[in-house]
């Protein structure tokens, strides 16, 4: 080795020394977790449980920003433009990831191509509720009254778009119940309103547990793969005969494309010791979501992908566009 390649390779080495204890160190500042919704609804909450139990075991504070709009588009394309250093994560949904790219004609980011899975952090699903004093007592009951009463059966949801309006469109498609929608602006004013005897059914996220527990609403049915385990006596829509009805809502963590792969993997480390945690367990299952059991990147991106496929045809049968 001549002196100049001696030179050129005790630089290259004093590089490679000096980047990784900065990359060994990662996080070595504040984390921002951008929460597409609004303050106040469960994005809210499960965005505070996550960023309340990583950061202890990150060592670095970690933050809920929120940044809503366009049924989480803005929030999303906010982190997709983000500097890829692993301190922007997404708090992305399904509804953001797989849904959103076939009811908007363009998005301003590519739910594949722009992020960087990270780790699945939980499931859930909706709930099919009526009124407590409702004569609808089962699955079957709602549907054998729309199909009694053509046109006057109406439900409520989040809003259009939302899961809660697919599963709408999916209970009307899979049953042939004449029923009619009714968006609402977030699943409050649409529980207050099933509440007063506005609307006749809705399906809306576990937030609507408590109304259930206390026998203001009762529950029909959930709409997930599986029954809750946050209230596992919920039998699913298709234990109740509607074959081919499953609504999964999901939550997970994404970066921007581009982040380097130490820090998705310290980050994915970091969540999956999290889910283990007993008392972050709890606090999910009170709030009525289960902790994802499978948390590798590498199920996160297949998730997307293969949701993606699913709500693409289902919503071209509908016709559902939102621009």
């Known amino acids: 080795m001549n002196r100049k390649e001696f030179l050129r390779f005790g630089l290259g080495a004093l590089a490679a020394g000096a980047a990784w204890p900065a990359l060994a160190a990662y996080p070595d500042k504040l984390v921002m977790l951008i929460?597409?919704?609004?303050?106040?609804?469960?994005?809210?909450?499960?965005?505070?449980?996550?960023?309340?139990?990583?950061t202890p075991k990150l060592g670095e504070n970690v933050v809920v920003d929120y940044k809503a709009g366009a049924n989480g588009a803005l929030g999303a394309a906010y982190v997709a433009k983000a500097?890829?250093?692993?301190?922007?994560l997404l708090m992305a949904v399904n509804s953001t990831m797989a849904i959103n790219p076939h009811l908007y004609s363009?998005?301003?980011?590519?739910?594949?191509?722009?992020?960087?899975?990270?780790?699945?952090?939980?499931?859930?699903?909706?709930?099919?509720?009526?009124?407590?004093?409702?004569?609808?007592?089962?699955?079957?009951?709602?549907?054998?009254?729309?199909?009694?009463n053509p046109g006057k059966v109406n439900?409520?949801?989040?809003?259009n778009g939302s899961t809660?309006?697919?599963?709408?469109?999916?209970?009307?498609?899979?049953?042939?119940?004449?029923?009619?929608h009714v968006p609402?602006?977030?699943a409050g004013p649409a529980i207050v309103d099933l509440l007063g005897g506005q609307i006749d059914f809705l399906f809306?996220?576990?937030?609507?547990?408590?109304?259930?527990?206390?026998?203001?609403?009762?529950?029909?049915?959930?709409?997930?793969?599986?029954?809750?385990?946050?209230?596992?006596?919920?039998?699913?829509?298709?234990?109740?005969?509607?074959?081919?009805?499953?609504?999964?809502t999901w939550y997970s963590i994404c970066a921007p494309a581009?982040?380097?792969?130490?820090?998705?993997?310290?980050?994915?480390?970091?969540?999956?010791?999290?889910?283990?945690?007993?008392?972050?367990r709890r606090r999910m299952r009170d709030v009525g979501v289960d902790p994802a059991e499978d948390t590798s990147a590498a199920y996160l991106q297949k998730t997307i992908q293969a949701d993606s496929a699913r709500w693409k045809k289902f919503i071209q049968s509908t016709n559902i566009h939102l621009d």
């Open 106 to 148: 363009k998005l301003p980011f590519d739910p594949v191509k722009d992020f960087a899975p990270v780790s699945m952090i939980f499931t859930n699903a909706n709930v099919l509720v009526v009124n407590a004093s409702s004569p609808v007592r089962s699955v079957k009951d709602l549907i054998a009254y729309a199909k009694a």
């Open 184 to 186: 609402y602006k977030g």
């Open 258 to 280: 581009g982040t380097p792969p130490e820090a998705v993997q310290r980050l994915n480390t970091e969540i999956a010791k999290m889910l283990a945690d007993p008392t972050v």
């Open 35 to 54: 929460v597409p919704y609004p303050p106040g609804g469960m994005g809210s909450t499960f965005g505070n449980i996550v960023s309340e139990a990583l």
């Open 204 to 248: 809306v996220d576990t937030s609507v547990l408590p109304q259930v527990r206390s026998g203001k609403l009762r529950a029909l049915a959930v709409t997930g793969r599986t029954r809750l385990g946050a209230a596992p006596e919920l039998r699913t829509m298709e234990e109740e005969g509607v074959k081919g009805f499953v609504v999964d």
């Open 83 to 88: 500097q890829p250093d692993g301190y922007t």
């Open 164 to 180: 809660p309006h697919l599963s709408g469109e999916m209970f009307r498609q899979l049953t042939g119940a004449p029923v009619v």
């Open 155 to 159: 439900y409520g949801s989040a809003g």
